[in-house]
């Protein structure tokens, strides 16, 4: 049963045009929610961590957002280099690295 | 070291051959994870070392796989008698437990069984 939904699967915008990527959980008891980009043939980079609903973090282009049951990563006016795969996760349990992965979003941003 | 350094970046194996995939994680961090990712599928715990100790193998999909850390450092995941399923990305990270509780990947072995 997955625990973790991303959507879209894909995405494909043009530069400067904003959008969201959608992850909704279903864990119970969340630790928190953590976004991650990788890029192809690279682990996963981290991004931001968000623990309670209202929490809100930006770095650069990038902003992300959380509810009691889903996270948003806004991204506004987008540049060929926020082309990536990016990846919603969660800390379910007391183990801090013990994620639950959603099979990620693939964003391509052409000029 | 800098990074979690992963070897070999790439595996090629015959069915039923085993093959050992080696993570060394950044230097203090006391926790090591090992994850996979399958074509088209997201990433998906295999096994968490805290120290030596590993206090949750549940992830692992079958006694063909084991992995030991030695040292509280270096950790070595081996698959025996490999299957063409178990092809995929093998993805280690580690946590330094304190502060900052955020996992940091290597790049990953690539592994193909033919």
């Known amino acids: 049963e997955d625990q973790v939904t991303q959507s879209p699967e894909a995405l494909r915008l043009q530069e400067g045009e904003s959008s969201s990527l959608n992850c909704s959980y279903t864990?119970?008891?969340?630790?928190?929610l953590f976004w991650y980009r990788q890029d192809p043939g690279k682990g996963p980079e981290f991004l931001f961590t968000?623990?309670?609903a209202g929490e809100e973090k930006e770095k650069e282009r990038l902003k992300a957002t959380l509810t009691k049951k889903e996270s948003f990563l806004h991204i506004t006016a987008p540049k060929p280099e926020d082309s990536a795969t990016y990846l919603c996760?969660?800390?379910?349990?007391?183990?801090?690295?013990?994620?639950?992965f959603g099979r990620g979003t693939q964003l391509t941003v052409w000029p | 070291g800098a990074g979690v350094s992963q070897s070999p970046s790439n595996k090629v194996t015959e069915k039923g051959k085993d093959v050992e995939l080696r993570c060394d994680p950044i230097?203090?961090?006391?926790?090591l994870y090992w994850y996979r990712q399958s074509l088209g599928q997201g990433l998906e715990f295999l096994i968490y070392?805290?120290?030596?100790?590993?206090?949750?193998k549940s992830g692992l999909p079958s006694d063909r796989f084991s992995a030991e850390r030695t040292g509280g450092s270096v950790s070595t995941l081996t698959i025996q008698r490999t299957q063409q399923e178990d092809s995929a990305v093998y993805l280690c990270a580690s946590i330094r437990e304190s502060g900052a509780n955020v996992l940091t990947f290597g790049a990953g072995s690539r592994l193909t069984v033919l």
């Open positions: 230097s203090g961090h006391t926790a």
């Open positions: 070392f805290q120290g030596n100790s590993a206090p949750d």
């Open positions: 996760a969660v800390q379910a349990g007391s183990t801090l690295g013990r994620l639950y």
């Open positions: 968000l623990y309670s």
């Open positions: 864990v119970s008891g969340l630790r928190g």
